[in-house]
């Protein structure tokens, strides 16, 4: 018997730290790392102990004879994946950095943001008994674990619970409601703390560029993604999916969560945490068909394969692809002979060659997965009413990358509704340098530097997607911000960073007297409770509170 990671594999690799064998790969110290879309468990070395079974925060592992039929198709991804990556016989344990044998008790950092990178940098500092102050904008915590990620994914929104334990601690204290530009500046952030870590994510969209990109009709998937989480920002947001046909340009793992939300049953969506708004809207949509586009071949769809497998393992949607869209071209057999691609690339093209085989299930609703096109416009008097698109020709660039070149195959879709999705964009932060081509922070491993002299800022540093941009998974984050911490521990212990004059108790006050209604982790405590017991009245994991009032009502009625 051997174990099996599965779809809701989170990358944290926490169950790495635990295997007394290292037989779970790619590790965080390995090549591959940030660009693995999961990881996976050597059956030769695996001894059966189970240890990483119970350390998963997502619940995405299980013993191999208690596979699902669904689940079989994990069993060759693993296989795949050591065929390219075998493993290692020398699995020494790294050396403890130098720095981190110092004394961090007196150390005071401020983390701004409380998403995943943010509670892994934080989970980092609390270990070494510094003491962090945490500040997010929003009354709850947590980011795009609870605004991004689908709510018919609720095993990946239980890696929470691994941030849930830093609410007892003595040295962390988070402070909700609190916007730094507006509460508080760059500037007295730094002079109340040690040193500064942001880790604000990117919120914003990458845009098309094209004509009638801002028609309406035409809407930032990210924003639609934030609506139907009950983000407070765009709960008030109005889709009108009152048509048959929606179009999705892009083809990453949001636009398939986009997809698979628009298609699937609303009564199977009441049993999650998805927001009661969406909730109602759903079930008026009279959306039958979604249509994807990404604008090169398959091996190079921007999805992850456990994403794949999942819509191709429901019933309720049949999804269809183009024979001679999948088909394998030369580009894709350069790529498919070539030893150094990875197992996940040749995973997708054989996954997606057999979709396109399959015959028609006669489903009700169409996903319909479409390669090699880009749109030159969405057209339309008034509102969205078609997309057109562009067939592109794939090449070899001379690095090696694929390129995609447009061609004279012109094709109109129709599309009564049409979401961007090619990507999050990070947006500047006031007093930091800001990399506007790439929507980052500019950055050396976390340290925050001066574009210009391309020198470090003293005690300003970066994690998550405003340090390395919008890649990655979940878990991804941890080894992100745990380099980032490094950088910081070391700058500490050199004795780079100023060291603050103010005591904590009065960044705390400062912090009240500009805004009196600033939340700590016990009142969201109490809010999640709340949504907690309204969610066992519905049936529903929880029942959000999408609206800042609601939520400072129930704080105040304590």
């Known amino acids: 018997m051997s174990f099996v990671i599965l779809q809701s594999c989170c990358n944290d690799a926490s169950c790495v730290a635990v295997c007394p064998v290292d037989c779970i790969h790619p590790t965080p110290s390995e090549a591959g790392f940030m660009r693995a879309e999961m990881l996976h468990i050597d059956p030769e070395t695996c001894i059966d102990c189970g240890a990483c079974v119970d350390e998963c925060p997502v619940d995405a592992i299980r013993a ?35 720095w981190r044998k110092s004394d961090f008790s007196s150390l005071c950092v401020a983390v701004v943001g409380s998403g995943p990178a943010a509670f892994y940098a934080a989970l980092d500092l609390q270990s070494t008994k510094a003491s962090i102050e945490m500040f997010e904008r929003l009354p709850t915590p947590y980011g795009l674990a609870r605004f991004g990620v689908a709510p018919d994914h609720q095993s990946t929104k239980a890696v929470t619970d691994t941030f849930r334990s830093l609410g007892k601690k003595a040295n962390f204290n988070l402070n909700l409601g609190i916007e730094v530009g507006q509460h508080i500046s760059h500037a007295e952030l730094l002079e109340h703390h040690d040193a500064v870590i942001y880790a604000v994510g990117a919120s914003s969209d990458r845009r098309l560029d094209i004509v009638g990109e801002d028609l309406p009709g035409s809407h930032a998937a990210t924003e639609f993604v934030a609506w139907y989480n009950g983000h407070p920002d765009y709960a ?166 694929v390129i995609a070149v447009p061609t004279d195959d012109v094709e109109t879709l129709r599309a009564d509704v049409v979401f961007r ?116 009245v519905a049936a529903r994991p929880r029942v959000k509170f999408v609206d800042v009032r609601s939520m400072m009502d129930v704080v105040r009625a304590r």
């Open 421 to 536: 999705s090619v990507g999050y964009r990070g947006l500047p932060v006031a007093g930091l340098p800001f990399d506007d081509d790439r929507g980052v922070v500019p950055n050396v491993n976390g340290r925050v530097i001066d574009p210009v002299t391309r020198t470090p800022i003293p005690g300003v540093y970066a994690t998550g997607w405003i340090k390395r941009g919008p890649t990655g998974v979940i878990g991804t984050n941890k080894k992100c911000a745990g380099e980032t911490v490094d950088m910081l521990l070391q700058d500490y212990a050199a004795g780079a960073l100023t060291a603050s004059l103010h005591p904590l108790n009065a960044t705390r006050e400062l912090i009240r007297e500009r805004n009196p209604d600033v939340l700590t982790f016990d009142d969201w405590n109490l809010l999640d409770r709340a949504e907690r017991e309204a969610g066992k």
């Open 236 to 401: 008030d947001r109005q889709f009108d999916l009152s048509g048959e046909r929606a179009v999705i340009i892009g083809n990453g793992n949001v636009a398939l969560d986009v997809a698979r939300i628009l298609l699937t049953d609303p009564l199977s969506l009441s049993s999650t945490d998805i927001a009661q708004h969406a909730l109602v809207a759903l079930r008026k949509s009279n959306i039958r068909e979604v249509t994807v586009v990404g604008r090169r071949g398959v091996a190079q769809a921007a999805y992850t394969n456990p994403e794949m497998l999942a819509l191709l393992s429901m019933k309720e949607i049949e999804v269809v692809l183009a024979p001679d869209e999948v088909a394998t071209d030369e580009v894709t057999q350069a790529l498919l002979d070539s030893a150094a691609t990875e197992s996940s690339v040749r995973a997708k093209v054989r996954f997606a060659q057999a979709a396109a085989g399959r015959e028609s299930s006669g489903a009700s609703k169409r996903l319909v997965l479409r390669y090699k096109h880009s749109p030159t416009s969405i057209d339309g008097l008034e509102a969205v009413e078609r997309v057109q698109l562009v067939r592109n020709q794939l090449k070899l660039g001379g690095d090696g990358s």
């Open 64 to 98: 191999e004879e208690d596979l699902f039929d669904d689940d079989e198709e994990y069993l060759t991804l693993n296989a795949e994946y050591f065929a390219v990556h075998p493993v290692e016989t020398d699995s020494a344990v790294p050396e403890r950095k130098s």
